[in-house]
């Protein structure tokens, strides 16, 4: 399951709509109105205004550059994607907020996103490779030693687990089985979802169980 274009596109299609409403002169904003009233009185306005146009040229230059730097983080593997996110987002609240207003005020949370992003995926990942390997129990009447089994009859090539970048897990339980994602704190729990009112973003895995087949 990829979502990748989908959220490049989604940023691309908000810095269009961003830009375009910044760069807009006959916008009608408060703040855009207050500019206007000041540049009307006498002298030394001019020089404000001269001074707000080029800050919101600025502004907009350097919100390109950060849409430009998000949408390149998109196309990162999954499992790089929060990490680079997070530097990004740390590194934009430490920058002085001249010229980069627009971006601290603006920009998406997108470490939050990716990792939200991320659980998609694995949970997608997981609920098709579960029910290739119950279909595989249903025709075979057994259960597959490994998931590469189920290539390339039940499920066209193995899911990658967003979390880590490696294959998504398989094991047998007591006449079942479970696939399972590591989540997002990346350790193996053998299946184990976080407890019963603990964060789901936190630790356990990512799991799909099938109980014991009926006979």
């Given amino acids: 399951i990829y979502l990748d274009s989908v959220l490049a596109?989604?940023?691309?299609?908000d810095r269009a709509l961003g830009l375009e409403d910044l760069m807009n002169e006959k916008s009608r904003s408060a703040g855009y109105e207050s500019v206007l009233a000041i540049a009307q009185r006498p002298a030394g306005?001019?020089?404000?205004l001269l001074k707000y146009r080029t800050y919101r040229l600025y502004e907009?230059?350097?919100l390109t550059k950060d849409y430009k730097r998000l949408i390149g983080i998109t196309a990162l593997p999954p499992q790089e994607r929060v990490a680079a996110a997070t530097e990004f987002s740390d590194e934009l609240l430490t920058r002085k907020s001249f010229g980069n207003l627009l971006s601290i005020l603006s920009l998406p949370a997108l470490n939050l996103i990716c990792g939200k992003e991320n659980r998609t995926i694995a949970s997608l990942n997981i609920a098709v490779?579960?029910?290739a390997v119950a279909r595989y129990r249903f025709a075979k009447k057994s259960l597959p030693n490994s998931l590469s089994d189920l290539v390339p009859e039940y499920i066209e090539r193995l899911a990658v687990d967003p979390f880590g970048g490696a294959e998504i897990r398989y094991r047998h339980t007591e006449g079942g089985f479970v696939v399972y994602s590591l989540g997002p704190d990346n350790d193996d729990d053998q299946g184990v979802p976080p407890a019963s009112g603990k964060n789901l973003l936190s630790n356990g895995?990512?799991?799909f169980?099938?109980?014991p087949m009926q006979k």
């Avoid at 306005?45 to 404000?48: E, K, N, P, T």
């Fill in 129 to 131: 490779t579960g029910l």
């Fill in 209 to 211: 169980e099938i109980t």
């Fill in 60 to 62: 907009a230059g350097q």
């Fill in 9 to 13: 596109r989604t940023l691309i299609a």
């Fill in 45 to 48: 306005s001019l020089g404000f």
């Fill in 205 to 207: 895995d990512i799991a």
